[in-house]
T-cell receptor
Framework: NAGVTQTPKFQVLKTGQSMTLQCAQD?????MSWYRQDPGMGLRLIHY???????DQGEVPNGYNVSRSTTEDFPLRLLSAAPSQTSVYFC???????????????FGAGSRLTVL | GQQVMQIPQYQHVQEGEDFTTYCNSS?????IQWYKQRPGGHPVFLIQ?????EVKKQKRLTFQFGEAKKNSSLHITATQTTDVGTYFC??????????????FGQGTILTVHP
């Protein structure tokens, strides 16, 4: 199992450009989420999904779109990048249950985005 | 909204010294989770605490969940250079089950001088 795979690892954009951060998991987890990490602010939830076709906003959703057409994929779209979106983005997946390992996040390696 | 505060933000220790980070939530949590992020890496799950007053140990790491289920701590005995990284606590948003939605503390960055 590859776990959670994120691409690209690094990206530089100019203000106003659009791009998509890709996230895929092969663990058949029903829940997927996107977090951004900024110095001194921990990880903040952008969007999450509880299953294919179902998404909802997190703490900092403005400027980002998501969709979940399959269980495996959860791309994050920046429609018009702004310097405030310079950050490290982590995709994570989890599953609900009572067994060990349930309800905890498995993170991808991260995507470092710089917006000039 | 729900807030999870973590202190200290930074901790520098000599190798062999003990280290503790504290986590406080503005709301009662159904569980609390701890993650470790090595420099340049991604957060990795360490442990989940569910019961009021629960204490769990992983080798030199001791995790506690407060009686009111609003605070938690991570204590590392005799730190080693391999302990370097950022330690995060996290609780389910809105006090419910996780569904992949956690509120994270700001993290404590631990550096260990050999």
């Amino acid at each position: 199992n590859a776990g959670v795979t994120q691409t690209p690892k690094f990206q530089v954009l100019k203000t106003g450009q659009s791009m998509t951060l890709q996230c895929a998991q092969d663990m058949n987890h029903e829940y997927m989420s996107w977090y951004r990490q900024d110095p001194g602010m921990g990880l903040r939830l952008i969007h999450y999904s509880v299953g294919a076709g179902i998404t909802d906003q997190g703490e900092v959703p403005n400027g980002y779109n998501v969709s979940r057409s399959t269980t495996e994929d959860f791309p994050l779209r920046l429609l018009s990048a702004a310097p405030s979106q310079t950050s490290v983005y982590f995709c994570a997946s989890s599953y609900q249950g009572l067994q060990s390992g349930a309800n905890v996040l498995t993170f991808g390696a991260g995507s470092r985005l710089t917006v000039l | 909204g729900q807030q999870v505060m973590q202190i200290p933000q930074y901790q520098h220790v000599q190798e062999g010294e003990d280290f503790t980070t504290y986590c406080n939530s503005s709301t009662t949590l159904s569980n609390i989770q701890w993650y470790k992020q090595r420099p340049g890496g991604h957060p990795v799950f360490l442990i989940q605490l569910v019961k009021s007053g629960e204490v769990k140990k992983q080798k030199r790491l001791t995790f506690q969940f407060g009686e009111a289920k609003k605070n938690s701590s991570l204590h590392i005995t005799a730190t080693q250079t391999t302990d370097v990284g950022t330690y995060f606590c996290a609780g389910p948003r809105a006090g419910g089950t996780s569904y992949g939605k956690l509120t994270f503390g700001q993290g404590t960055i631990l550096t260990v001088h050999p």
